[in-house]
Structures are given as C-alpha cells and as structure tokens.
C-alpha cells in the first residue's frame, strides 16, 4: 500500500510592486529656469533704456545763470550776484546763458530777484528806459498812491506831488506838480500794501522827486501804455 502523499503547500505571493507615482516636478522647474531667464532679460532691457535716457538727459542740460544772493530792483548786478547752474532745456523757460554772463554784469533788474532763482531775459528790465542819461529814484507807495497790481517795468507815470498835511492848494483849477518818470521796478507788497517803486527821470527831476518822495507826498498816475 502506497503510503499518502505529501500535502502540497501553496506558493507564497510575490511582493507586489509599489506603484510608481506619476509627477510633473521636472517641468515645473524648467518652466521657472524659463521664467527666471526671461526676467533677467526684461530687466537688462530696462537697465539699458534707463542708462540711455540718463545719458540724453545729461546731455540736453544747459549751462545758466542763477542768483547768487538777493538784488532788490534797479541795483546793478554785479559778478557776485550771479552763479552758474545747469538745467535741463525747457522751452517754456527763458534764462540767462552762463556764456552771456559778462553782457549781464552792469545791468539793472526790473524786479526784485531771489538767492536760488535762475535769472531770465524777462527780469532785466529791457525797454524800461533807463541808461546812462538817466537818474534813479525808489518811492515808497502807499495804498491809493498808485493803480494797485498794474504797473509793470516800461510803464510811463507821471509822479505827483500831493499837498503837504495841512496845506491846501491856492489855485484849485492849476494842475499839481508832477514829473515824467519811468518804472523801473516795483517791489512786493509788504503786510500794509506798501511798495518801492523805482522810477526813472531826468537828471534834473531826481533831486526833486526824491525830496518829495522822503516826505511821502508823490502819488503816481499811469500813463496809457499806448502813448
């Protein structure tokens, strides 16, 4: 008799394998190293363009003349009154070249010009009348004693004389005294309103007019600006 068989002992399974997850890590990475380079590339652009337009920019500025220190209206600007600064060119700005410094020396503004401003054409006062035949005279004007706001350097005046506090005039129907004269400059308004007009006349009316002018008696009258 065959002795039993053997019982057959099943295989043991084999190891499943882990399954490999599918990841996108790589692209993700070459799209940032894209990313990064096109950056880099807008930014060197922008660099270049930026030191482009700081080059044009240095080379559009212009040289001019600023002031140095303050000149009330109708002083004679003298070398140091003037400085030289450099800006960029503006049409809608008329300053002084620094090359024109020596024709600017020796002349009179017609305003009065602050430390720090530049110094323009408009300022200097040409037309005013004022030459070497002519003599200077700064009057103090009180409110009423002048059109307020409206004279400007070249308007022809006629300056004045007004009844001394307590004089009354004997001839009601003469004309007062006056004198042609010539703005020169007017000064700004202090808190009262007062200002200095500086006035151009005939040498032989400045004695006179700055007599009547230290009493406070001138009034000024504009003449029409189309005489």
């Known amino acids: 008799m065959k002795p039993p ?23 993700v990475k070459r799209e940032r190293r894209w990313s990064v380079a096109a950056l880099c590339t807008v930014l060197a652009v922008l660099a270049g363009l930026g030191a482009a337009a700081a080059v044009a920019s240095a080379s559009n500025r212009t040289q ?32 002084v070249l620094a090359a024109d410094k020596s024709s600017v020396v020796g002349k009179r503004p017609a305003v009065d010009l602050r430390k720090g401003g530049l110094l323009t054409t408009s300022q200097l006062g040409a037309g005013t009348g004022l030459g070497d035949d002519k003599q ?9 004693q002048a059109p307020a706001g409206t004279l400007t350097p070249g308007d022809k005046v006629l300056a004045v004389t007004t009844p001394a506090q307590g004089e009354q005039q004997n001839d009601e129907d003469a ?25 151009a006349v005939a040498p032989m009316d400045g004695p006179l007019l700055a007599t009547r002018a230290a009493q406070g008696r001138i009034a000024l009258v504009r003449e029409p600006r189309g005489k």
């Open 5 to 27: 068989a053997a019982p057959t002992l099943p295989r043991p399974a084999a190891p499943a394998r882990p399954e490999v997850p599918i990841t996108t890590t790589a692209p």
């Open 64 to 95: 001019v003349l600023a002031i140095a220190r303050d000149v009330p209206a109708g002083q004679a600007l003298t070398d140091a009154d003037l400085t030289v600064a450099e800006v960029s060119a503006d049409a809608a700005l008329s300053p």
């Open 136 to 144: 200077q005279v700064g009057v103090q004007v009180k409110r009423g």
């Open 175 to 199: 004309p007062p005294s006056s004198i042609d004269a010539v703005v020169v400059g007017v000064s700004r308004p202090d808190a009262s309103g007062t200002v200095v007009v500086n006035l």
